[in-house]
């Protein structure tokens, strides 16, 4: 059978083949481009957030790629079925038990609120697609929303896949948060929280969602945690007297001097934080990943067979750091890659291959994981090659929206010529 490409007159496939296929050449030759910069200009105009476009195109160069990264949907599909595979594990008590033994003190506090916008990170394999981590207050969700806003249509032949309305599902999810907390009491007002977020990568992200609050009547400010203040029971901003945080923290226990403040007023209930430090670590300190890929501790945990299975399946074998086991682990650097505990994004992860005898000792004297390499899958422009991921934001088991981020180097980053958040195109299987 002779290999699949496209036309070089239509840009479609010259003829049919698996939904695999289609997504593989797609990547390897597409060269549409995705984002249409007219159309997301006047969408932060309309928007009234017309200087938003410098801050995002001209002062970001690397936020968003120009081309859009191919999937097949029943890749989808099986990564939804993980998610709530890992789901059924977290609402297991003895899980909790065990998760909340090496976890900070505020996530004993047991919150109403799931936590808003999991991001669940995976490479695509041959074989399918593997978590390589997951994330409890990832970044990016409302940017794709705009990036999906501001797409030029590209290959509809090969897609029935119809994107919702992802807003409506972002307000409908704070919403919810809300209630489950605080009933039917109307949601006023919301800090959009980080540390001195005018120095942030992602701060046009944080207008953003200060803009979608504010035109459903919720009153919105985006602040560092210093200026907030705990009194009488309440958290203020000023004279505003705030509802609910939207928390973009990496200090995810609350840990930190600045934020005994916002600590003691989260485990007073007196206002509700979300995502929490619950959420963190029930979801996304990088030891529960040692847990996911352990069939024994699955098995005493009372975890079901077939959701060891389906978990062992998706999940990229993952073992906690013992410096008893340093010999074997530097004998299989080379197929592992190095992560911290509690760390996010790409700070302080090594590839095992890339290491150093120095940096090796470092991390056995420090907590990391080790993680089984799982390759990313690649992008081909015409003038390079870019890797590129697939993250899935959910709230509970369901999935918000799907995005990628292309780049160069050994971990995602918003640095690389061509590259940044690609709108994903989800193919149909026929």
Not at 15 to 39: G, H, M, V
Not at 85 to 95: M, Q, R, T
């Amino acid at each position: 059978m002779k290999s699949p490409n496209l036309s070089k007159t239509t840009g479609q496939l010259d003829f049919d083949y698996t939904c695999e296929q289609k997504a593989q050449q797609l990547n390897d030759q597409c060269r549409c481009i995705a984002i249409d910069k007219d159309a997301l200009r006047a969408n932060l105009v309309k928007q009234g957030n017309a200087r938003l476009y410098q801050m995002l195109v001209e002062d970001r160069p690397h936020l968003f790629a120009d081309v859009a990264v191919f999937v097949c949907d029943t890749i989808i599909e099986k990564q939804r079925h993980l998610i709530a595979a890992i789901e059924k594990v977290i609402a297991l008590p003895s899980y909790q038990e065990h998760v909340l033994a090496y976890s900070p003190h505020s996530a004993t506090f047991i919150p109403k609120a799931h936590g808003v916008f999991l991001g669940y990170d995976f490479h695509l394999t041959p074989t399918g697609s593997q978590l390589i981590e997951i994330n409890t207050n990832a970044g990016g969700a409302l940017l794709n929303a705009l990036l999906i806003q501001s797409k030029k249509t590209i290959h509809t032949e090969l897609t029935t896949h119809k994107t919702a309305d992802p807003e409506a599902a972002f307000i409908a999810m704070f919403h919810n948060e809300w209630q489950l907390e605080r009933g039917q009491q109307p949601l006023r007002s919301i800090a959009i929280v980080d540390e001195n977020p005018d120095s942030q990568y992602l701060l046009p992200e944080f207008i953003l969602f200060q803009t979608l609050f504010e035109r459903h009547n919720i009153n919105a400010v985006v602040c560092d945690p210093s200026a907030l203040i705990y009194r009488d029971n309440a958290v203020w901003h000023g004279n505003l007297r705030i509802d609910l945080i939207y928390n973009r923290l990496t200090d995810f226990g609350f840990d930190e001097p600045a934020q005994q403040a916002l600590r003691a007023a989260y485990l007073a209930n007196a206002v509700v934080v979300t995502p929490h430090p619950r959420a963190h670590a029930l979801y996304a300190d990088k030891r529960n990943l040692a847990i996911l890929t352990n069939r024994n501790l699955l098995q005493e945990l009372g975890v079901e067979c077939d959701t060891i299975n389906t978990l062992l399946a998706g999940i990229a074998p993952t073992i906690c750091v013992d410096k008893n086991d340093a010999e074997t682990l530097w004998a299989k650097r080379k197929q592992l890659f190095f992560k911290p505990n509690k760390g996010y994004g790409s700070k302080a992860v090594y590839r095992g291959d890339k290491l150093t005898k120095r940096v090796f000792s470092e991390i056995l004297h420090s907590d990391y994981v080790a993680q089984t390499l799982v390759p990313p899958s690649e992008r081909h422009l015409p003038s390079t090659t870019l890797k590129f991921d697939l993250r899935l934001y959910t709230y509970g088991e369901q999935i918000l929206l799907a995005s990628s981020r292309l780049y160069q180097g050994q971990t995602t980053n918003f640095r690389t010529v061509g590259g940044g958040f690609a709108q994903v195109v989800i193919i149909a299987t026929v």
